[in-house]
């Protein structure tokens, strides 16, 4: 298991976590205090605590780290597809060739996920919330593929027993952000030239329809049919 953080991973333990959720599980204190130490470690600590409050069900490390490798290959499918139709999202705008459309909810919803969601620089004190959503404006992508990843996962049947780790209701209630992803999700689909008639949305949901109660499944599905786009981290 590698301790090394992702440049581009918005959460500290590469999974879905929200503060009131790490407040459930007795986490947020705990991890605040440590968010510099490796992932390994975070990990464990997280793995014990969930083990604690949910005695019943198989939490183990390696299940978080599985669940948090998934993550990473669908944010790649998020910028591989943008890329395959010439997508870009800078200053709150999606772009592509001619094609320029404003996504005006996009700030409002940066700052709501950023208080229900504690970025991992913010948590290690390497920025303030301030600079870490300033920082957005010239580069946008990887935290479009954060929610549209943070909205997939609502979904997923093989993560149900740590829902209110990662609920979502709060942060949807406040922004309604699912309905700018179905948007953004359209208008992908709509540019002209596009080489695959397949939708974001149809792409990132395949491995929970191929293996609904499984992060294995998944998994296995996700190399097996994206193996050869991958890179080598991620296989």
Known sequence: MKDRQPADDYFLLGVQSSRPGLQIYDLW???????TRPRSYLLRLTSRQLKYHLPKADLHEGWLHLWGVINRILKFLVKDYCQERGARFEGHNLLADTVE??????????RALSHHYPPAPVLKKEA???QFLAQLST???PLVAELFVLA???LNPALKKVRPLYD???LQQETGYHALLDQIDQHLYDLPGAPSPERLWQRLKAPLEAAPN?????????????????????L
């Open 101 to 110: 459309v404003p996504l005006n909810p996009l700030p409002e919803i940066y």
């Open 214 to 234: 499984s992060l294995e499944g998944q998994l296995h599905y996700l190399r097996t049919v994206y193996g050869h786009r991958l890179p080598q981290d991620l």
């Open 152 to 154: 997939l996962q609502q």
């Open 139 to 141: 580069q946008e992508l």
């Open 128 to 130: 303030r919330v301030e």
């Open 168 to 170: 979502d209701a709060a």
């Open 29 to 35: 204190e705990e991890l605040q205090q440590q968010a």
